[in-house]
């Protein structure tokens, strides 16, 4: 019992103090943030999807934070410019991104020219949002259902806004799982121009995140047939994912999975590589606090930038199993199919 008791003791005593040290590490790491500035970089021009959720969650984070966070632009080579910038960054914790996971996913596998970062290495403090993508067609389309697109003779012509945004290899995926005939328009300006061309019937589909998808559909100028991944939307519960669409071969729910891990990646929230842990715990939590307050969700939901929470650790797994997780062979079709989102 004595042994049992002295044990015990030393097991407390031990508590105390690494609770007391971590009281005394967090003391440190908020002080060391008081009054100073945070830059939030965004890899893309202003008004943009990441540019908004950026000023959406700035002013909250302030507030937690008890510093002043500022939105900068550096866009450039689709997103790359920012986080090369990030990745080679004082690990200091003044320097943080809203970034697309996705796309920077993509760069990494296939090598793109410009990358100069490991997404395997980031510090990693949420996810804040990988909404899934959703088939739209024309609102007068006669075509109803994923089997009725599949009869379709002619071509599909798919809508995107650039050879390596999400409407583009969201398409070429599709396109290949399905062993559909397709050309893929990467000319328009942004995703609202592309969906137009939907519309008028200049182009026969476009794959949006759901978002956007819920806005065209109220408004009538488009309709969803399916749901790109295995979860269904929040906005579209009556439309079947296209695992329950249509029944798919191995090959087929591969390239589908695939692409839906690479999605959930979706808007990272990162700083620079080796942070202090410490000083990365702080954040975690602050971040964590900033993105459940309700008033911040409440203003999301009014703009429809829909605030999901993922931990830093989920989010690092997720990307460790995109770019560290993909066989040579796999990476050389990833490539392929990616080159035809540009072949339009």
């Given at each position: 019992?004595?042994?049992?008791?002295?044990?015990?003791?030393?097991?407390?005593a031990t508590t105390a103090c690494m609770a007391a040290l971590l009281s005394a590490a967090s003391a440190e790491d908020k002080?060391?943030?008081?009054?100073?500035?945070?830059?939030?970089?965004?890899?893309?021009?202003?008004?943009?999807?990441?540019?908004?959720?950026?000023r959406l969650i700035a002013p909250y984070l302030s507030r937690v934070l008890g510093t002043t966070v500022v939105v900068e632009?550096?866009?450039?080579?689709?997103?790359?410019?920012?986080?090369?910038?990030?990745?080679?960054?004082?690990?200091?914790?003044?320097?943080?991104?809203?970034?697309?996971?996705?796309?920077?996913?993509?760069?990494?596998?296939?090598?793109?020219?410009?990358?100069?970062?490991?997404?395997?290495?980031?510090?990693?403090?949420?996810?804040?949002?990988?909404?899934?993508?959703?088939?739209?067609?024309?609102?007068?389309?006669?075509?109803?259902?994923?089997?009725?697109?599949?009869?379709?003779?002619?071509?599909?012509?798919?809508?995107?806004?650039?050879?390596?945004?999400?409407?583009?290899?969201?398409?070429?995926?599709?396109?290949?799982?399905?062993?559909?005939?397709c050309q893929i328009v990467a000319g328009y300006k942004g995703s609202n121009e592309a969906a137009i061309a939907v519309t008028?019937?200049?182009?026969?589909?476009?794959?949006?995140?759901?978002?956007?998808?819920?806005?065209?559909?109220?408004?009538?100028?488009?309709?969803?047939?399916?749901?790109?991944?295995?979860?269904?939307?929040?906005?579209?519960?009556?439309?079947?994912?296209?695992?329950?669409?249509?029944?798919?071969?191995?090959?087929?729910?591969?390239?589908?999975?695939?692409?839906?891990?690479?999605?959930?990646?979706?808007?990272?929230?990162?700083?620079?590589?080796?942070?202090?842990?410490?000083?990365?715990?702080?954040?975690?939590?602050?971040?964590?606090?900033?993105?459940?307050?309700?008033?911040?969700?409440?203003?999301?939901?009014?703009?429809?930038?829909?605030?999901?929470?993922?931990?830093?650790?989920?989010?690092?797994?997720?990307?460790?199993?995109?770019?560290?997780?993909?066989?040579?062979?796999?990476?050389?079709?990833?490539?392929?199919?990616?080159?035809?989102?540009?072949?339009?």
């Open positions: 019992m004595a042994t049992f008791t002295s044990a015990s003791r030393i097991l407390l002080a060391y943030y008081q009054g100073k500035t945070v830059r939030m970089i965004v890899g893309s021009g202003p008004g943009g999807g990441y540019d908004v959720f950026s632009n550096q866009p450039g080579a689709g997103g790359l410019t920012a986080l090369n910038r990030l990745y080679a960054a004082p690990p200091d914790g003044y320097l943080l991104s809203l970034s697309n996971g996705t796309g920077a996913a993509f760069a990494q596998i296939t090598g793109q020219k410009g990358v100069r970062f490991d997404l395997a290495k980031f510090s990693y403090l949420a996810t804040v949002g990988a909404p899934p993508a959703l088939w739209m067609l024309a609102a007068d389309s006669p075509i109803k259902t994923v089997d009725q697109a599949l009869l379709r003779k002619e071509k599909w012509r798919w809508a995107a806004s650039g050879s390596t945004s999400g409407l583009a290899t969201g398409a070429a995926f599709a396109c290949e799982a399905l062993k559909m005939q008028r019937g200049e182009m026969d589909a476009i794959n949006l995140p759901e978002s956007s998808a819920n806005h065209l559909q109220r408004t009538k100028q488009n309709m969803a047939i399916a749901t790109m991944g295995r979860t269904k939307s929040r906005f579209f519960p009556d439309q079947p994912t296209i695992f329950e669409a249509v029944k798919l071969d191995a090959d087929a729910e591969w390239l589908f999975d695939f692409y839906d891990n690479v999605s959930n990646l979706g808007r990272i929230m990162v700083a620079a590589p080796n942070m202090p842990p410490t000083r990365l715990a702080y954040l975690h939590a602050a971040v964590k606090e900033t993105l459940a307050e309700p008033q911040l969700i409440a203003e999301g939901e009014r703009a429809e930038r829909i605030i999901e929470y993922l931990g830093p650790n989920e989010t690092l797994a997720n990307a460790k199993k995109v770019v560290s997780e993909v066989t040579a062979e796999q990476k050389a079709r990833i490539i392929k199919i990616l080159e035809s989102a540009g072949s339009d």
